[in-house]
């Protein structure tokens, strides 16, 4: 199967400070990645979906200029959290498909957030 | 309206057993996706099982196997001869349209704990 990896797998930042998350597709081109938050033993829920070249779609609920999303290139999409605050501590996790015929998803392992 | 449901929140099962976890899923797509991961402790999804909407056949992968019932609408994930390392949150998620660049949408997940 294809590989995404996901940077970096923890980190803990101080309130008011921003944190950038990478996800990368090691051996295929992403022309769609999507972005999700898990709460402790919660379910995946949704945050945006990224197109290569364009705009996020961001879900609802869901603060655009908070959570920035770029999607720069065929194999790397960032997620940076801005002015982080404890209650943005959570597990972020992308994921990641080949194209448009493609019905496989690939997760990165995930980043822990730890905001204090 | 909730597209998965799991209303298993956790399982048990004795080492060797067999064991079900249920899946409804609500569309009106005629295209569409299930999905199976395990989430272990770690955080990472891991990818066991996928139903196409228009596959004649239930799906098999090694342990797994996927009773897929269309006229129910259910995907209950079926793990043959329980290990204690599948002990883990198990997620059902569907993909409408089944194209890349549409996003899974998860339920809320079981927990199952295989016992000694």
């Known amino acids: 199967g294809a590989v995404v990896s996901q940077h970096p797998s923890r980190v803990i930042c101080k309130s008011g400070t921003s944190v950038k998350i990478e996800c990368r597709s090691l051996d295929f081109q992403a022309t769609t990645m999507f972005w999700y938050r898990q709460f402790p033993k919660k379910s995946l829920m949704l945050m945006a979906t990224?197109?290569?070249?364009?705009?996020?779609?961001?879900e609802q609920g869901v603060e655009k200029d908070k959570f920035l999303i770029n999607h720069a290139s065929l194999t790397l999409s960032t997620l940076t959290v801005t002015s982080a605050h404890p209650e943005d501590s959570s597990f972020y996790i992308c994921s990641a498909s080949r194209g448009v015929r493609d019905t496989e998803a690939f997760f990165g392992q995930g980043t822990r957030l730890t905001v204090v | 309206a909730q597209k998965i449901t799991q209303t298993q929140p956790g399982m048990f099962v004795q080492e060797k057993e067999a064991v079900t976890l249920d899946c409804t899923y609500d569309?009106?797509?005629?295209?569409?996706?299930l999905f199976w991961y395990k989430q272990p402790s770690s955080g990472e999804m891991i990818f066991l099982i996928y139903q196409g909407s228009y596959d004649q056949q239930n799906a098999t992968e090694g342990r797994y196997s996927l009773n897929f019932q269309k006229a129910r609408k259910s995907a209950n994930l079926v793990i043959s001869a329980s290990q204690l390392g599948d002990s883990a949150m198990y997620f059902c998620a569907m993909r409408e349209r089944v194209t890349g660049n549409t996003p899974l949408v998860f339920g809320k997940g079981t927990r199952l704990s295989v016992i000694a």
């Open positions: 990224s197109n290569e070249g364009s705009k996020a779609t961001y």
């Open positions: 569309t009106s797509d005629p295209s569409y996706g």
